[in-house]
């Protein structure tokens, strides 16, 4: 089945270690984000990618690292430099262009203790 | 302002009740509109997909898009438990995603 899979599901790690949480879609699409989902504060931009070896920054890019090599994968690691880690992580993706909605992974649980 | 507003709730109906949700939004721009479903520890699921002004029905789930007004909706009849879920309406204005804060919804059988 088409779809977005992130990995791990749930992922512990401790203060001052870095983590690299996995996207894969096998969708086609061009573009990827990742967000973060916090209680009460919605869905906020980390960083997105329109096309391969290219990224941009988005509203929260800070103590987060990407890369996208590939079409159908785009990394994300939370680096120790990043001041409150814990967090639900979303992986999406959409079709190139105006117009297409966006799709969500099931998401990665990150607690840093 | 934020791009987009949504009322948290929580809400919450008897079984069968019909179930409004609604989101205001201030970008003129936005020409898409989406409904995403999310239960507790789960990614958002598209529910509603609707382009400018109009009514979009599926099934038990109604969306309607006031541009003039900027307002969006999306209702729910006959509501069933396991409709109980956060309700995240979104918007776009090119590849770029706007998206409310979630309505928590529960059902009461």
């Known amino acids: 089945d088409g779809g977005i899979t992130q990995s791990p599901k749930y992922l512990f790690r401790k203060e001052g270690q870095n983590v690299t949480l996995s996207c894969e879609q096998n969708l086609n699409h061009d573009a990827m984000y990742w967000y973060r989902q916090d209680p009460g504060q919605g869905l906020r931009l980390i960083y997105y990618s329109q096309i391969v070896n290219d990224f941009q920054k988005g509203d929260i890019a800070e103590g987060y690292s990407v890369s996208r090599e590939k079409k159908e994968s785009f990394p994300l690691t939370v680096t120790s430099a990043q001041k409150n880690p814990t967090a639900f992580y979303l992986c999406a993706s959409t079709p190139r262009g105006p117009g297409n909605t966006i799709y969500f992974g099931e998401g990665s649980w990150l607690t840093v203790v | 302002q934020k791009e987009v507003e949504q009322d948290p709730g929580p809400l919450s109906v008897p079984e069968g009740a019909i179930v409004s949700l609604n989101c205001t939004y201030s970008?003129?721009?936005?020409?898409?509109f989406m409904w995403y479903r999310q239960y507790s520890r789960k990614g958002p699921e598209l529910l509603m997909y609707t382009y400018s002004s109009g009514n979009k029905e599926d099934g038990r789930f109604t969306a309607q898009v006031d541009k003039s007004s900027k307002y969006i909706s999306l209702f729910i009849r006959d509501s069933q438990p396991s409709d109980s879920a956060t309700y995240l309406c979104a918007m776009s204005a090119g590849n770029q995603f706007y998206f409310g804060t979630g309505t928590s919804l529960t059902v009461i059988p």
């Open positions: 970008n003129s721009a936005f020409q898409y």
